[in-house]
């Protein structure tokens, strides 16, 4: 298996701009997981998804963030409009049946985005 | 206010050398705490402690957890340059119905030749 694919793997964007990442998780997971790294907060969990179903968005920071997973081989994860803050680097996660202590969460390269 | 913090932020040493990485932690509800090796990518999955007093351990590498005390050490022995990433230490816990993954902020720990 390839393993998580993200792209793109980075992106330069200029404030005000829509931003679009993407996921192709593990096949066979059926937890995938976005992420949102800084230097100044560190790794947050943003969402996860059960089955392509949104569990838990409490990690989204605002409205400006929205993620979909159309199917299970597919997931978005949008910003609209971008701002400078946004700027980090966005890991996409997938593991096997579930976010339990015993389900090792297999990481994508991450996509480094920048927001002038 | 941060449920996971991770000490010391950086650290150096020498090769050979044996460091202790800290995690302290206060959450409800806990269910894990995991350590996380992250080079200059992606994070890369080291160990999962639910148990305290249990030692995991993986070649130079070890790990415990004290759930009474609320923390846990990664032990790295002999250390080599390659040991040389940011280390992250995460806590799962529920939230409600939900599941809740906290990082701590890292420890960069940096091997010289």
């Known amino acids: 298996d390839a393993g998580v694919i993200q792209s793109p793997r980075h992106e330069v964007t200029e404030m005000g701009q829509e931003v679009t990442l993407r996921c192709k998780p593990i096949?066979?997971?059926?937890?995938l997981f976005w992420y949102r790294q800084t230097m100044m907060r560190g790794l947050e969990l943003l969402i996860y998804f059960n089955n392509n179903v949104p569990i838990d968005d409490s990690g989204m920071p605002e409205d400006r963030f929205s993620a979909k997973m159309p199917n299970a081989s597919f997931s978005t994860l949008k910003i609209q409009p971008s701002e400078p803050r946004d700027s980090a680097v966005y890991f996409c996660?997938?593991?096997?049946?579930?976010?339990?202590?015993?389900?090792?969460?297999?990481f994508g390269p991450g996509t480094r985005l920048t927001v002038l | 206010e941060d449920k996971v913090v991770q000490s010391p932020l950086s650290l150096v040493v020498h090769e050979g050398d044996t460091v202790t990485l800290n995690c302290s932690y206060e959450v409800t509800n806990f269910r894990s705490l995991l350590w996380y090796k992250q080079e200059k990518k992606a994070p890369t999955f080291l160990f999962m402690l639910t148990s305290s007093g249990i030692e995991k351990k993986s070649g130079r590498l070890s790990s415990i957890l004290d759930k009474k005390e609320l923390f846990s050490i990664l032990n790295i022995t002999a250390t080599q340059t390659g040991d040389s990433a940011v280390y992250l230490c995460a806590v799962e816990y529920s939230g409600g119905s939900n599941y809740k993954l906290t990082f701590g902020k890292g420890t960069l720990l940096t091997v010289n030749p």
């Open positions: 996660a997938s593991s096997w049946t579930g976010p339990r202590a015993d389900n090792e969460q297999f």
């Open positions: 096949s066979g997971h059926d937890y």
